[in-house]
């Protein structure tokens, strides 16, 4: 260890370039950080050839990934805390369950899992809140080898059974309710409403949460409490290949219909834990929390997966930031003396609204190390963070990545020189490329399509149920190299600089959306005829929805419906798809082809009006005008 963090800047070019000179010996060396049931003798066997198309890590390894975040801590680690849970009223009793405890209640969970005749490569989904049996039922999922398909406890009803019928779950893991910011969320009653639509589910496993009084369906909803009396704490963890599915992840991509993300076991573990490890140069038994969601992929890497497999004490968080007060994620962190904490750009812009004074009025002394994830950080939300959340005293990582990544891609390590807004250099085997336009290589300080050149082990391995559109979403449009999404520059220090999305995704409170996901919801109300939805910049969000909405014939627009689309969005597809803003429209501006110019809807609901650019190849001009016009600001 040179200085105060583990890796400085020197060792990290060091490594960084090895692990791309030599990535078989890198990536087989660090391999041996995971507990195998039989060693991998390969490390990455990948081609983004279109004739050739595959990508495998460590094929030839056999292990399972519970027993890695479980059983191998047990020798040394048995009575340190595993899970730290701090509930959503800071006036009820926080819930600590140590390794030993974790792993014979994941045992216990598989145990009932199997008891319902669950097993290797069945999908199982969960919707749940974030209580410590959400991770439990992942890690049991895990260990009998069954893929699981988490669904984020804030999507609807509909949502939840799109997810499930595209991977054919017939098993769904929930609660009674959940509770968020002093709320209730009704999770067992959008299960049942999810059961009507999709037919192929089988069994309710419920969870008591809250002990609300909820229906339960003889023959098909079971009581975890109930089945789990009597269940053996002791359950053998499934030997699986390196190559077999550990999860399916629902994102939204430039279509309609959100894809189901598949991640590996091996490749995936071994992802989380080192960037885990690395980024945060995390020392157990510290505490450590990342205030994200378990519905999201940074709930999967970095509250689950790469912290347990690290042996940390992974605080998880039932509540929101700034309930009951704008102090409470302060006060988290004295509660727990947390060391580091990994939260999103639009929490920050958040908190910074209430001022200076419910931070200055916690001591925070503990933190050593804060990091963002979910959307660019802007330099005076990270200015905030360094200067009054870390008094200046902790490096701020900034780190950029995706649901199809596994972790962490461009990232800071500490004691690096940091820029404000800059996600700085690629992590270790991350070759990071620009390219313009027409899918030339850009050199030296450029802004461009970011691209990444080679495979890493936390890549995503398929799109569930499409074999083809794993490779026509992301190797397509450029050749030979794994497309982003994301647009971003790269300064004369060699930083990234990401700019956001450049395809039809926006970015809400760090959230994905899919613009068709939305416009697809809005069409299938009775009175709208066609609708169109693109970002604009939000001071808190960091993008909202702005939707244009072409009525029916004979339809009057009114408030009352504006309303009415809004809840119609949120039902359909959940809250944090709620249009900020609708627009009616009388038309679209389209080319002569029919093709609507989202170039221009997206200028005018950024307010930028004046330079609408080049209008020329407008069927009806006067569409334009007219939009201007109305334009709801
Ligand atoms: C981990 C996660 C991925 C998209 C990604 C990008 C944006 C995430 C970022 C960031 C700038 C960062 N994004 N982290 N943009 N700086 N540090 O958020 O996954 O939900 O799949 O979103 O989020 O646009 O493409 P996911």
């Known amino acids: 260890m040179s200085g105060q963090w583990t890796i400085d800047p020197a060792e990290r070019a060091a490594l960084h370039a090895r692990s791309l000179a030599d990535p078989d010996g890198f990536w087989l060396e660090q391999a041996r950080r995971l507990d195998w049931i039989t060693p991998p003798r390969t490390a990455g066997d990948w081609s983004f050839a279109e004739e050739d198309f595959h990508v495998r890590w460590f094929a030839d390894g056999t292990l399972n990934v519970a027993a890695n975040c479980l059983d191998r801590h047990l020798a040394t680690r048995a009575d340190q805390t595993a899970i730290l849970w701090e509930p959503d009223d800071p006036a009820?009793?926080?819930?600590?369950?140590?390794?030993?405890?974790?792993?014979?209640?994941?045992?216990?969970?598989?145990?009932?899992?199997?008891?319902?005749?669950?097993?290797?490569?069945?999908?199982?989904?969960?919707?749940?809140?974030?209580?410590?049996?959400?991770?439990?039922?992942?890690?049991?999922?895990?260990?009998?080898?069954?893929?699981?398909?988490?669904?984020?406890?804030?999507?609807?009803?509909?949502?939840?059974?799109?997810?499930?019928?595209?991977?054919?779950?017939?098993?769904?893991?929930?609660?009674?309710?959940?509770?968020?910011?002093?709320?209730?969320?009704?999770?067992?009653t959008c299960a049942d409403e999810a059961a009507q639509i999709y037919d192929g589910l089988k069994t309710i496993l419920v969870v008591r949460a809250t002990g609300a009084e909820v229906p339960m369906q003889p023959g098909r909803d079971v009581w975890y409490d109930e089945a789990v009396a009597g269940v053996a704490a002791e359950c053998p963890a499934e030997p699986m290949a390196a190559e077999d599915p550990l999860f399916i992840l629902y994102t939204s991509g430039s279509t309609g219909k959100p894809k189901g993300v598949l991640h590996s076991s091996a490749g995936y573990l071994l992802w989380a834990a080192l960037t885990h490890q690395v980024v945060f140069d995390h020392r157990p038994p510290e505490t450590y929390w990342c205030a994200a969601d378990i519905g999201w992929v940074t709930g999967h890497s970095y509250i689950v997966y790469g912290p347990l497999a690290n042996g940390a004490t992974t605080l998880m968080f039932e509540g929101v930031p700034n309930w009951p007060t704008p102090s409470r994620i302060w006060e988290v962190v004295d509660r727990h003396q947390v060391s580091i904490l990994y939260t999103a750009p639009t929490a920050l812009r958040a908190l910074m609204k209430e001022g200076d004074g419910p931070v200055r009025a916690t001591s925070r002394a503990s933190l050593r190390l804060l990091g963002s994830v979910g959307e660019p950080i802007n330099p005076e939300a990270w200015r905030w963070y360094h200067d009054v959340v870390g008094e200046g005293r902790c490096p701020i990582l900034d780190t950029w990545w995706q649901t199809e990544t596994g972790g962490h891609m461009i990232t800071p390590l500490p004691g690096m020189p940091l820029k404000p807004g800059s996600a700085t250099l690629p992590f270790f085997g991350v070759e990071p490329r620009l390219l313009d336009g027409e899918g030339r290589t850009l050199t030296g300080e450029a802004e461009g399509n970011l691209v990444i050149a080679r495979s890493w082990p936390g890549q995503m391995r398929g799109v569930w149920g499409d074999e083809t559109r794993f490779f026509e979403t992301y190797f397509r449009t450029f050749p030979g190299v794994y497309t982003t999404g994301d647009g971003a520059r790269r300064d004369a220090d060699g930083y990234y600089w990401i700019t956001g999305r450049v395809d039809d995704v926006i970015n809400v409170s760090g959230h994905r959306m899919g613009t068709a996901e939305v416009e697809s919801a809005l069409v299938l109300h009775e009175s709208v005829a066609e609708a169109a939805v693109v970002g604009f910049p939000h001071d808190v969000k960091g993008q909202g929805i702005y939707a244009y909405v072409t009525l029916n014939a004979g339809v009057e627009a009114s408030d009352a419906l504006r309303r009415g689309l809004r809840d119609w969005v949120r039902h359909e597809i959940g809250p944090i798809a709620t249009p900020d803003a609708i627009q009616f429209a009388p038309g679209l501006p389209k080319t002569r082809s029919g093709k609507i110019m989202r170039r221009i809807l997206r200028k005018i609901a950024e307010g930028e009006t004046g330079g609408l650019g080049d209008v020329s190849t407008l069927a009806d001009p006067a569409v334009v005008e007219d939009l201007v016009a109305n334009r709801v600001g």
């Open 92 to 188: 009820h009793a926080p819930r600590r369950l140590s390794y030993a405890e974790l792993h014979a209640e994941t045992c216990r969970f598989a145990n009932v899992l199997k008891g319902l005749g669950a097993g290797k490569g069945d999908r199982i989904t969960i919707y749940m809140p974030m209580i410590p049996e959400a991770a439990v039922a992942l890690l049991a999922c895990a260990r009998i080898g069954a893929i699981h398909s988490v669904v984020f406890g804030g999507f609807s009803a509909d949502a939840l059974a799109g997810r499930m019928a595209d991977c054919g779950s017939t098993l769904l893991i929930t609660a009674d309710e959940g509770r968020r910011g002093g709320k209730r969320v009704p999770l067992k």
